[in-house]
């Protein structure tokens, strides 16, 4: 099997150069150790949407209008459902490294479809602040810029909908301030992205210096056995000789075999 590696990064005691005495990681490894990072942030991402959806839910319950009811108070309550059982599923064991960023893009985009009804329920553009919020945060959820993408595919994709749908004309779309906060929520896709890669970049230097630490730990565990190995070879080969064995350090005798003991005294 063929596996690319990737050396350690440059510091400046070597001048921009890679460091060949540092173990080499590989490439899959490495990308094993970021979902692991993503698996780590869903459950009490899941657990917390859970809980505020819930709350919307009972809040929606006690607020009117009475005609409102589906959309206020079913899909939040049907949302905070899918969030328990995804949370109840991941407490069962362990989240394959392949499903983080699938799990996440379910999550993440069950909160845009609520929040891309709720938008759509009020048609007022203020409302698109709280997409830009929501897209930010995908930013510092993923670290997939594919799946990222797409996640921004379906938010931007909602959002000229659910704009196009509120305003009867496209001249009252240019007039109005819906054209500001399409160019915010652009603007903060844009953002999402820089952060993504910025996160991504940081975590793989983290995760490879960890990788390379637990690797150069090992190797010394492995040394420090061989020498054993090699001191208790020579410890038995110098009992069972019939010659006198002494190590000698700056003319003082510091070990010496038994034979050697019986014959001096």
């Given at each position: 099997m063929v596996t690319h590696t990737i050396n350690n990064p440059s510091d400046s005691s070597s001048g921009g150069r890679l460091d060949p005495s540092l173990p080499v990681v590989a490439e899959p490894e490495l990308l094993t150790a970021l979902q692991e990072q993503v698996g780590q942030t869903l459950p009490p991402l899941?657990?917390?949407?859970?809980?505020?959806?819930?709350?919307?839910?009972?809040g929606s319950a006690f607020l009117p209008p009475a005609l409102e009811l589906a959309p206020g108070i079913v899909l939040p309550a049907l949302t905070a459902t899918l969030f328990v059982g995804l949370r109840l599923m991941l407490g069962r064991g362990a989240l394959p490294g392949r499903w983080?960023?699938?799990?996440?893009?379910?999550?993440?985009?069950?909160?845009?479809?609520?929040?891309?009804a709720h938008f759509h329920r009020f048609a007022d553009p203020l409302?698109?602040?709280?997409?830009?919020?929501?897209?930010?945060?995908?930013?510092c959820v993923f670290l997939s810029s594919e799946w990222l993408t797409w996640l921004l595919v379906v938010a931007l994709g909602g959002w000229t909908c659910v704009a196009g749908l509120t305003n009867t004309s496209w001249a009252s779309f240019y007039t109005s301030s819906w054209i500001k906060v399409g160019g915010a929520l652009l603007a903060a896709a844009?953002?999402?992205?820089?952060?993504?890669?910025?996160?991504?970049?940081?975590?793989?230097?983290?995760?490879?210096?960890?990788l390379q630490e637990?690797?150069?730990?090992?190797?010394?565990?492995?040394?420090?056995?061989?020498?054993?190995?090699?001191?208790?070879?020579?410890?038995?080969?110098?009992?069972?000789t019939f010659e006198g064995l002494a190590v000698v350090d700056k003319g003082q005798i510091i070990d010496a075999n038994p034979f050697l003991t019986t014959v001096i005294g």
């Open positions: 899941l657990s917390g949407l859970a809980c505020l959806y819930g709350a919307l839910a009972l983080t960023h699938p799990v996440a893009f379910v999550a993440l985009g069950l909160v845009f479809l609520n929040s891309l409302q698109t602040l709280v997409l830009i919020l929501l897209v930010l945060g995908a930013g844009a953002l999402a992205v820089a952060l993504q890669r910025f996160r991504v970049r940081s975590l793989r230097q983290l995760q490879l210096h960890t637990s690797a150069l730990r090992q190797k010394c565990v492995e040394t420090m056995r061989m020498v054993q190995e090699k001191e208790e070879r020579f410890r038995r080969l110098s009992e069972a």
